[in-house]
């Protein structure tokens, strides 16, 4: 009855008035006080949603112990429920919050709530690094916003376009087919074509595009050497690359991230990435000194900085130059890695069981853990009440669900809006932000999705009420 009502007093309003915006939700409780992942896609007509009360984190344990079997009783009060009018137009459409940074020093073109960025074309994936966000479209072509002091928005020039998205521009012929979404290096981008070579552009700070040199900043896409690359990611001044099977990292070496068996050891040509066992690399990541893969059949390494617990091993305090295994009661399916600097950097993963664990450090709440300030074993969390979580992101120290329905929930670190609810508050507890994503990409401060069209939307109030 209560999203019925909902759908009833938005069609009342569209006869007064149009509406063409989303507000989010007014928070409804008192503050207590950082990769790109698909969603299975919400139908493109009329989304409604049951109301949702956010519950808080239940009590860690490790993951060899038994979780706990029902969510906790402490809530949130009840976040108000979208009643969304059917959409008028088909294409997907982005929006972003959060700030960008790189350069000189600051955040530029913050946004504390979602804003809408438009491209030319329809839109196959999203991607992001500390200073810039990119687009890829249907088409092939590839469209970057944000800072572009270093020539990370690869048009050849060095301007800054906040709201005007520029076409990358690659060689005659070269059409691209995939953009890593967990995450892009430090002021650099990149991208793999049809032919599976990789193309890098932007400050290439250590030697982070294979080139043997630091000759950087490239203000045009440059090939990177390396054959048949199907996965890619990097961050910070490393980048991984699968190349016909075989994981290479390149770049800065802060604390073992490129994963060779040499601990600080840079190298701007590749190196192996050693003790993978042969086995066949689904997806990659990266954050500021931590480096992963995810394998095919759903175990997951990790390797780098481990001062917090970064690497889920129960060590905290010892780093490792080469890929560790991370003990977890079913096979991975979904992994987000974030971090942008030392004392920060944590992972959170989606088990093909449904469930949800998180590992590294806890300082702003971003493992939704509960109290621990760090946890160097995996521990389990859970999704709001009523709330199935269906992909995974995560930044600084703000960390980011899409859930099965299309809502996005953010919650974690929010100084330069990453959380995107209009404050700068850190919030302990998931926060409901956006309705209708499919897909997420979160690096550093900045936070992009990819969403289903939809019209009107009214979240309809817990005390009654309503808000369009």
């Not at 928005?153 to 906040?162: H, P, R």
């Not at 073992?256 to 050891?265: E, I, P, V």
């Not at 900085?305 to 003990?327: K, M």
């Not at 995560?394 to 919650?411: E, L, R």
Request: charged share 15%; aromatic share 8%.
């Amino acid at each position: 009855m209560l999203v019925l009502a909902g759908l009833l007093a938005c069609v009342l309003a569209a006869a007064t008035a149009g509406c063409s915006s989303l507000l989010l939700p007014h928070r409804q409780h008192a503050q207590a006080g950082a990769g790109r992942t698909q969603a299975s896609s919400p139908e493109p007509v009329a989304v409604t949603t049951p109301p949702v009360s956010v519950a808080a984190t239940m009590p860690s344990s490790p993951a060899t112990g038994t979780p706990p079997p029902t969510a906790p009783a402490r809530t949130k009060s009840s976040t108000p429920t979208p009643a969304v009018t059917p959409p008028a137009a088909a294409g997907k459409t982005i929006e972003h919050w959060g700030a960008f940074f790189g350069g000189a020093p600051g955040n530029y073109d913050t946004r504390k709530r979602p804003v809408v960025v438009k491209l030319p074309g329809h839109i196959a994936e999203i991607g992001s690094s500390n200073s810039t966000q990119y687009a890829l479209l249907t088409d092939g072509a590839l469209y970057a916003w944000g800072l572009g002091s270093q020539g990370q928005l690869g048009d050849g020039g060095t301007a800054n376009s906040f709201s005007t998205p520029v076409r990358v521009q690659f060689p005659a012929g070269v059409k691209i087919a995939s953009i890593p979404g967990d995450a892009m290096p430090y002021d650099t981008g990149l991208a793999i074509d049809t032919r599976g070579r990789v193309w890098g552009w932007g400050r290439d700070g250590f030697g982070d595009l294979c080139l043997g040199r630091r000759a950087g900043p490239y203000l045009r896409p440059v090939q990177v050497p390396l054959p048949s690359v199907s996965t890619v990611a990097g961050a910070s001044n490393h980048v991984l690359y699968d190349s016909a099977g075989t994981v290479y990292a390149c770049g800065q070496d802060l604390d073992g991230d490129l994963g060779d068996g040499q601990m600080r050891a840079d190298s701007a040509r590749p190196v192996r990435v050693a003790d993978l066992y042969g086995g066949s690399v689904a997806k990659l990541v990266a954050s500021f000194a931590d480096s992963g893969a995810l394998m095919a059949d759903g175990q997951y390494f990790d390797w780098g900085y481990n001062g917090d617990g970064q690497l889920g091993d129960g060590q905290p305090h010892h780093a490792s130059d080469i890929p560790v295994p991370v003990e977890l009661q079913a096979p991975v399916t979904q992994v987000a890695q974030g971090g942008s600097l030392w004392g920060n950097g944590q992972t959170l993963v989606l088990l093909a069981d449904g469930s949800l664990w998180s590992w590294g450090d806890n300082s702003a709440h971003q493992l939704a853990a509960g109290r621990h300030a760090i946890a160097p074993l995996p521990v389990r969390f859970y999704a709001p009440r009523g709330v199935t979580y269906a992909r995974l992101a995560t930044g600084t120290a703000t960390s980011y669900a899409i859930s099965t329905t299309g809502q996005v929930f953010a919650w974690g670190t929010s100084f330069a809006g990453q959380v995107g609810n209009g404050h700068t508050d850190e919030e302990v507890l998931p926060e409901l932000v956006a309705v209708a994503a499919t897909e997420i990409s979160a690096t550093a401060n900045d936070v992009v999705i990819l969403r289903e069209p939809y019209g009107r939307v009214c979240w309809i109030r817990p005390r009654g009420g309503r808000s369009c």
